[in-house]
């Protein structure tokens, strides 16, 4: 029974490879393939490219820049409220050349033309450091703005590099489980040699070419994986096409960091926090500016008017005639159904809630910190066992292969000391990818790169 079974795995293992594109070894399949046949070259980027490209396409970074030029506007509009409001205007005026008197007689119109010149001028005179607070709010909106736009970049920047170091770990794992077929077409040919000199049984033949139909199927399942997060990354630095991260996992360097400075820099200056900081001080402006709808605005006001009527137009403006005044009123709201009221309530209500949120930033922060810290210690410590590991399989590998050429060792054995080798360059791959990920989490938190 064991037999028969084995012999209906080995069939469709080998009608899998015979019918799954893409099993060919890993010399042997082309990169792309083109609509009229022709290879097709898939670029590549490296890491500080992609980042270029990411800021300079990513939607939430054009989003946060453009609001950081509105609140520049903001800015110079409080600033110009300290400065009056001028109004320049002028007419000219042809009237009809005559005119019924109210005997209902016709009598000519001796100055048909008429001209005026008009100027104007307001100030808010005092108005109880309304115009103070606005600017203040102004200010903290710009610097809230300012530190969003800093958080955007590297949001983006994590966002990216975890596509990036994800598209590598696709890219070893694919590299991987073509090693792993490798391996098992390798002892394929060893069971087979074994049983053509009589020494093995035709069930470890089948049981390899089995192992060999599984290696392959992973090839696909590591193809299909590297594709999604090519195709992630491409999304991200604004590429339609397929693109390849340049670089291999391998090569990241594993250090050690200070941990007591990254969480003393990340609680000084985070950009989660200094975004939460500034909108607070606008709340706190905007609050204040808002009680100032209580008290008396003081307004002075001046205009200059000039007009005159001639028989012609350049007469009537030549000979104007000036009237001016100089006006100071005092404003004082007594009732305004509740308006004042409701912008208080709502401003107070702001403030509440941002000062909630500048404590929870801090205190987000600090778990935050505390979190990656530890993933980036489990992340090394696990770099480290899989490199270990990784060559103790490699060793118990071969021994157990020379062990069943000698016949001291089962087939099982062999492809068991395989899986584990396997496995360990996948942990090895994972680990070293994930020290990366909780490094580049803490480069954001900490707004800076470590």
Known sequence: MYGKTLIRLAVFASLSIQMVPGAAPAQQRPVGVGTVGEPTVIPTVSLTDAIDLALK???????????????????????????????????????????????????????????????????????????????RAASASAASAEANLVSQTFSVTLQTKQAFFGALAAADLERVALTAVQRSEEQLKIAREKLAAGSAVRSDTLTATVSVGQARLQVLTAQTQRANQEATLARLIGYDKPVRALGDSTAIAIADIDTTAIRRDALAGAPAIAVADASLRSARATA????????????????????????????????????????????????????REQTMWNANANRDAAEASAGDAKRNVNALVTQWLQALKAAQQRALIARASREAADEALRVQRERYRLGAATIVDVLNAQQQLDQAEVDGVNARVDYQVAKANLSALVGREL
């Not at 453009?66 to 800015?75: N, P, S």
């Not at 104007?120 to 450091?129: E, T």
């Open 57 to 135: 396409s990513h939607t939430s970074i054009v989003r946060a820049t453009a609001d950081l030029d509105i609140a520049h506007v903001g800015q110079r509009v409080a600033l110009a409220s300290w400065l009056p409001n001028v109004n320049l205007s002028s007419s000219a005026v042809k009237n009809a050349p005559n005119r019924i008197d109210q005997f209902g007689v016709v009598r000519p119109v001796l100055t048909p033309y008429s001209g005026s010149l008009n100027f104007s001028a307001n100030i808010v005179v005092w108005d109880w450091f309304a115009r103070v607070y606005t600017g």
């Open 288 to 339: 204040s500016s808002a009680r100032t709808a209580y008290l008396p605005t003081v307004n002075g006001s001046y205009s200059n008017s000039r007009s005159a009527t001639d028989t012609t137009l350049g007469r009537a403006f030549g000979n104007l005639n000036p009237t001016w005044n100089v006006s100071l009123s005092v404003n004082f709201p007594l009732f305004d159904k509740l308006r």
